[in-house]
């Protein structure tokens, strides 16, 4: 196992003193004690897919990935418990299998079940919450070692902490999720024009289960996809392999690589080819098992920020973005990709105590996107935004605490559970502030 580590947009990388890999909770907790008796800091890594360096670890790295698979599942009540080093893949299949499903998803599965929680992944759904929304009860090794179970009953602050708690807290053992029957999602994309679907957002929110979209700069076309639930029971309808392969891996992964590899080499061609590639949007529509309608492939390497906004702010955060994104010195090659959640409870959440709408804005890897991202960072700030723990930012801890009403609790439980930083890495030290 390399002590070297490199996350998938391959712009954050460290290197570890040494790597664990332990196989059960005994060699968690050992991993633990050992670094507290070499006063070493300690992370979890996932699967490296934040952009952020969350999860850089620089002192020991325990790596999860033999960690893995459901240990109890309650088909009844849909409560599942399953190891922290499962990605959401396998995830997937497992509950397939028990005729289960997970009731909202972002766009990707690579990431393990705690990589994504601890950072408020999120998907999209007026009515929905992220996935940390659907965790239930954690077990974690604290840093003296110890093994905790938290939950709404059981040691509750720990457990609104420890939901999205950027591997701050502790390393969580096992995640206990409230998962649903088996459900098929019918699927409708289409393009539409912005002004369009702005004006009708909160229409679209309401009347669909999962709507979000996407808008290419210099275009006036949004890309909008409703994924709405189909009584139980539905027989799905899905694209044939054929068509799905040429749609997804060719066009929306091979020819959108190419094009921004031109784009990337002559970039007085992007915005021609951002107009060329929202005039060719096509609508389809099919159905199928819920996470292969949430779950799309990215081949396409990129950067990206994202901010969660106050939902009635979107339009108006998306409207400074369209008059100042032209005027930038380097051109924008990737969309905007616009989904709203609902308000919760979870401290550290970026929908925490607000219906919000996030705003995510992408940059082909290896062009520049520094000052378009400064930009977006301002306007969003100008409404609150919240961003990503997981996607890029510039925000410290005394910004933070103004924009998350609880997050004097969070470092409050952080200094009870780990007073000498144990966990703490760069990336939580700038936005948690220092947790000696
Ligand atoms: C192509 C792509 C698509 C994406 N799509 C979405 C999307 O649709 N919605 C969205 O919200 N985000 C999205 N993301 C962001 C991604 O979901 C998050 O950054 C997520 O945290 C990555 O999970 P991971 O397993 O790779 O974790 P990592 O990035 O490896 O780690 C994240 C954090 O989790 C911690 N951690 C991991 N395991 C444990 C553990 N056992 N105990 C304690 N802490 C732990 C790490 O220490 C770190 O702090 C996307 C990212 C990419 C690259």
Redesign the pocket.
């Known amino acids: 196992m390399s002590t070297r580590w490199q ?3 391959g712009i954050e990388s460290a290197v570890a003193t040494s790597v664990v890999q332990p196989r059960d909770l005994a060699e968690i907790c050992k991993a633990v004690n050992d670094a507290t008796e070499s006063d070493q800091t300690i ?9 952020t360096a ?2 850089a670890a620089h002192g020991v790295a325990i790596d ?1 990935s033999a960690w893995t698979g459901i240990t109890t599942a309650d088909v009844g009540t849909g409560l599942v418990t399953v190891r ?2 499962t990605t959401i893949r396998s995830l997937n299949a497992a509950l397939d299998g028990l005729g289960l499903a997970m009731t909202n998803l ?3 599965d ?3 079940i ?3 929680i ?6 999209t759904g007026a009515a929905f919450g ?1 996935i940390a929304t659907q965790v239930v009860g954690l077990e974690l090794v604290l840093a003296d070692g110890s093994v905790v179970n938290c939950s709404a009953d059981e040691r509750p602050e720990l457990f609104a902490a420890a939901k999205v ?3 701050a807290l ?4 096992t995640v206990t999720l409230k998962t649903e029957p088996s459900f098929v999602l019918a699927a409708d994309e289409r393009p539409e024009p912005l002004e369009q679907v702005i004006e009708a957002l909160d229409h679209n929110c309401v009347t669909n289960d999962h709507f979000e979209f996407y808008w290419f700069p210099y275009g006036n076309k949004a890309l909008t996809k409703r994924n709405n639930r189909l009584p139980a029971g539905t027989e799905p309808k899905p694209l044939g392999p054929v068509r799905r392969f040429y749609e997804y891996e060719v066009m929306e992964n091979a020819a959108l690589g190419l094009l921004c590899r031109l784009g990337r080499r002559i970039p007085r061609f992007v915005k021609p080819l951002n107009k060329l590639t929202s005039a060719v949007l096509s609508p389809r529509s099919y159905s199928d098992i819920s996470h292969r309608v949430f779950v799309t492939s ?1 081949s396409v390497h990129f950067v ?1 920020s994202e901010y969660a906004i106050p939902r009635e702010s979107l339009g108006s955060v998306l409207a400074e973005l369209r008059a100042k994104v032209p005027t930038l010195p380097d051109p924008v090659i990737l969309p905007v990709e616009i989904r709203v959640a609902a308000a919760d409870d979870v401290w550290l959440s970026t929908a925490y105590g607000r219906d919000s709408a996030y705003i995510a804005i992408h940059q082909y890897v290896g062009m520049p996107f520094r000052q378009y991202f400064d930009l977006f960072e301002s306007i969003a700030g100008t409404v609150g935004g919240r961003p ?1 723990w ?2 890029l930012h510039t925000l410290n801890a005394a910004n933070l605490r103004e924009r998350y009403p609880r997050f004097d609790d969070f470092t409050r439980v952080r200094a009870q559970v780990d007073p000498a930083g144990r966990f703490a890495n760069p990336y939580t030290e700038r936005v948690l502030g220092s947790a000696r």
């Open positions: 996350n998938w947009a992370r979890a890594r996932g699967s490296g897919h934040s952009f969350v999860a999860l922290s080093g972002g766009d990707i690579a990431q393990t705690s990589g994504a601890s950072t408020g992944t999120h998907g992220g708690g950027l591997g502790g390393v969580i053992s990215r990206e990503h997981g996607k």
